[in-house]
């Protein structure tokens, strides 16, 4: 009688082990078709779009995967649930590269459209500017800066100088070309300007970004 109680007992153990893990093979399975189904269903839309609220979906990516990677960590056996995993996050990064790009391309753009009334081509050789004009387009850029100088990011304030540099190099041209004294006296003022507001802005915006980093 003995026996066959502690035989049962025994057979009892083993079925909710078994059940145990089969409930948790279950939810590993549930867990990474989630994010196989996620990743998959933003990597069939196009960058230009998932692009303007990146930060979101990829809050929702990190969860996601964070969710799936602790249900494998109660598996015994997860081998092939990771290897399924890592060709999941793969194909995210792949997908992301994309979108990054697309998205420095998109703000490269929409902040040199707000700072000049022409075109910059990707070797900004600003072939446009003459001796006639450059006063006027040093001014426009100079005042838009100023305008909107507090809400310039880091990046933003690396490349409105990087095309503030290149529009120098311009000037060196033009001055060959016939610049006259009075625009280059007018333009030496906006490059003072310019030099200061760049100094103490890009600090602060720094110094902010390093605030909202910390909390």
Do not use: H, P
């Not at 003022?189 to 200061?196: D, M, R």
């Amino acid at each position: 009688m003995k026996n066959l109680n502690k035989f049962l007992v025994l057979a009892a153990i083993a079925v909710i082990m078994s059940s145990c893990k089969d409930e948790k093979k279950e939810m590993a399975d549930k867990k990474v078709e989630e994010f196989k189904m996620y990743v998959d269903s933003i990597s069939d839309v196009a960058a230009e779009e998932t692009s303007k609220n990146w930060e979101s979906i990829e809050a929702k990516y990190e969860q996601t995967k964070m969710d799936a990677e602790e249900a494998l960590n109660a598996l015994e056996n997860k081998a092939e649930k990771e290897a399924d995993m890592d060709k999941i996050a793969t194909k995210y990064e792949e997908y992301k590269a994309e979108v990054v790009q697309k998205r420095n391309s998109m703000f490269r753009e929409n902040l040199r459209s707000s700072l000049f009334t022409e075109k910059i081509s990707d070797d900004m050789s600003f072939a446009w500017v003459n001796k006639d004009n450059i006063a006027g387009v040093y001014s426009n850029f100079i005042d838009t800066v100023e305008k909107n100088k507090d809400s310039y990011n880091r990046e933003e304030w690396d490349e409105i100088k990087l095309l503030y540099e290149a529009l120098d190099t311009r000037k060196n041209t033009v001055e060959k070309e016939g610049l006259s004294s009075k625009d280059n006296i007018k333009i030496s003022g906006l490059k003072i300007k310019f030099a200061t507001m760049y100094r103490v802005n890009r600090a602060t915006a720094k110094s902010d970004e390093n605030v909202e980093a910390k909390q």
